[in-house]
């Protein structure tokens, strides 16, 4: 049963592997949460002109689910992160930013794209809108008047709050859906665009927004700087890192990006490929490595990538046919006699 | 405009037009009423919030629903919970998994660490089942055991004509029509089609429709789909998983 992705069979076996207890299981699947809570990193500049703002959320279950399977890569008794990011890209005569991190650290990405800004003495020409998710845009609106991605009632609390949108006379960018009007995605505002739409920030950054290999919502809008050659390609390339490896290249952590870590992230991502061809996905990453030198990656969820490119293409090659056979993660530790009530 | 569809389901929805095209596509919410109780699930988006809100307390009254299950953090299905917790203060708002703020939700949430299994809301028992139709990775899908519906979000969803926003499947006159749910299969809601594999992906949900055997599916982009049009809608939906199955093309990558 290639495709057939029963979640208890799949909990059986890890849980097993990990030495976990059914007990222990139990507890984990019955806990209430709230979510996690997030902060925002000191902005890093990255390579020349390139700045990374890093939220980085905290995973309570996560880090118990690590600790109990103590993954190599896992470091106990430091907090679980899934980063975040946001890029602000600066050219010669204008700034780009791509995304905006999420509503959780609202005043300190507005306050770190200003100081940013400022050092640079440019102007923040472009804000690009990746995909209508609030993890990802959640803060457009703090940061160009014209970007309604959260209820008006929230955005008249932040008329007073943030001044930065008045300050800014950025363009909006996002992607033009093909069958929807755009206000469905929030797009109603924003200059609507097709891959292949390229913009020259000066001093020979250009970047061209491309069509995405792996996507989470759509419509989505993957770039390509050609300055770095570099490839920001949002919801894929992720994974997780520990507390006290925040802001970092991925090079620079103390153990090499494992497969394991790689699908601790995109395994819960890409649920949808279990549908799918894995050859199509492959294929389609090969053509885009085909067509664009790529030297650096930047993704949404994850350290980003300047060494040993090719071993990380392979590891998310890996990713699709590990995937395909054995189901995604998300769904571990199911038991079906299991009844979780939340009457109120 | 409010529907019932079964003894305790309740239909609600607003629609958004097609840009250059005489069609649309229904934003739907459902209300379940149990035992004295409002359970409604899913909140829309903003954009439709007066309309989605209206329709809401023509069924529970201006005290509203006591719980709000999302069934995924993102905003076209969320994007009305701290709106509409304002509105209705006593009103639970409850989403499987993911953080709160993080996803946009400016109101505190319960939620489950799990995105599978047996669950009980307002003493309603449903399942989180799995995900054969996904986008976003915190997607969830669920089956109500009391009336056999399954709400399925992305999934079963079609567009419609401009005289067609307020019937379900079974007031269609020639059925829900092919190029209807083949062009809901597309990059605007359903990426992933493009690499599509029909063969699995029609199996596992085939598989699943035997294992639940719901008498109404009740899609987010879409009308309840009754009966036996649910067959029908998956002689469609095979019929368009198969045409893109053969018709794979890579994008032009360095010829845009």
């Keep these: 049963m290639v495709f057939d992705t029963n979640p208890s069979e799949v909990s059986e076996s890890e849980g097993e592997e990990s030495g976990e207890t059914e007990q222990q299981r139990d507890e984990i699947h019955s806990r209430r949460i709230d979510g996690p809570d997030s902060f925002l990193n000191e902005p890093t500049e990255l390579t020349e002109g390139v700045y990374l703002l890093e939220e980085c959320t905290i995973n309570p279950h996560l880090r118990e689910l690590k600790a109990a399977q103590n993954p190599q890569w896992f470091k106990r008794g430091h907090e679980f992160h899934t980063p975040i990011n946001t890029y602000l890209l600066v050219g010669e005569d204008e700034a780009l930013l791509f995304d905006t991190s999420s509503p959780n650290v609202r005043d300190a990405i507005t306050d770190g794209v200003r100081e940013i800004l400022e050092k640079e003495d440019v102007e923040l020409s472009y804000l690009v809108l990746s995909h209508d998710e609030a993890a990802h845009v959640g803060n457009a609106y703090p940061i160009s008047r014209e970007a309604a991605m959260v209820h ?20 909006l960018i996002a992607r033009k859906p093909s069958r929807v009007a755009p206000e469905f995605h929030y797009f109603d505002d924003a200059e609507l665009v097709e ?56 090079d620079e952590l103390e153990h090499r990006v494992s497969q394991d870590q790689m699908m601790e992230y995109n395994g819960r991502a890409f649920r949808y490929i279990p549908n799918c061809n894995p050859w ?17 990656i930047f993704p949404a969820h994850g350290q980003p990538i300047r060494e040993e490119i090719d071993r990380y293409r392979g590891l998310m090659d890996s990713m699709v046919e590990r995937i395909s056979r054995d189901g995604s993660l998300g769904t571990e530790y199911v038991s079906a006699e299991e009844l979780t009530d939340i009457s109120f | 405009m409010v529907r019932q569809i079964t ?21 739907s919410l459902y209300i379940i009423e149990h035992e004295g109780s409002y359970i409604l699930l899913d909140d829309g988006p903003f954009l439709h919030a007066e309309g989605l809100k209206e329709q809401v307390e023509d069924i529970t009254g201006p005290e509203g629903p006591d ?31 993911g953080g ?13 660490d799990e995105l599978v299994g047996p669950i009980s809301i307002e003493g309603r028992k449903m399942s989180l089942t799995e995900v054969p139709v996904i986008d976003v990775q915190t997607t969830t899908w669920v089956f109500d055991e009391v009336d056999n519906v399954w709400f399925t979000l992305e999934g079963f969803g079609y567009f419609h004509e401009g005289n067609q926003c307020n019937l379900v499947s079974n007031e269609y006159g020639e059925g829900l029509e092919y190029n209807y749910i083949d062009d809901y299969y597309a990059d605007d809601f359903v990426a ?30 879409g009308a309840p789909i009754i009966g036996d049009d649910i067959d029908h809608y998956m002689r469609q939906f095979a019929e368009s998983m198969e045409v893109k199955d053969e018709s794979f093309e890579l994008p032009p990558y360095g010829e845009y």
Aim: net charge negative; glycine share 8%.
């Design chain 1, 152 to 171: 008006p009632d929230y955005q008249e609390d932040a008329d007073d709050t943030y001044e930065l949108q008045e300050e800014l006379h950025s363009t």
């Design chain 1, 195 to 250: 891959p292949g739409h390229t913009i020259d920030l000066g001093g020979g950054r250009v970047v061209e927004f491309i069509e995405p290999v792996w996507q989470d919502g759509a419509p989505t809008l993957w770039m390509y700087d050609q300055k770095d050659k570099g490839l920001y390609c949002v919801d894929s390339y992720g994974f997780p890192h520990c507390s006290g490896d925040c802001g970092k290249w991925a």
């Design chain 1, 280 to 296: 199509k996905i492959i294929d389609q990453h090969n053509h885009l490595y085909d067509n664009y030198d790529i030297e650096h």
């Design chain 2, 7 to 27: 003894d305790s389901l309740y239909w609600i929805h607003e629609c958004t037009e097609a840009p250059d095209a005489d069609h649309h596509i229904h934003t």
């Design chain 2, 67 to 97: 719980a709000n299950f999302i069934f995924k953090p993102h905003t076209p299905h969320s994007g009305n919970a701290g709106h509409f917790k304002e509105t209705w203060e006593n009103m639970e708002v409850v989403f499987p998994i």
């Design chain 2, 100 to 112: 709160a703020k993080v996803s946009g939700i400016p109101t505190p949430v319960t939620g489950f």
């Design chain 2, 192 to 221: 992933w089609a493009k690499y599509v594999d029909a063969e699995r992906t029609v199996s596992r949900i085939m598989g699943l429709l035997d294992k639940y055997e719901p008498e109404v599916i009740a899609p987010a982009h």
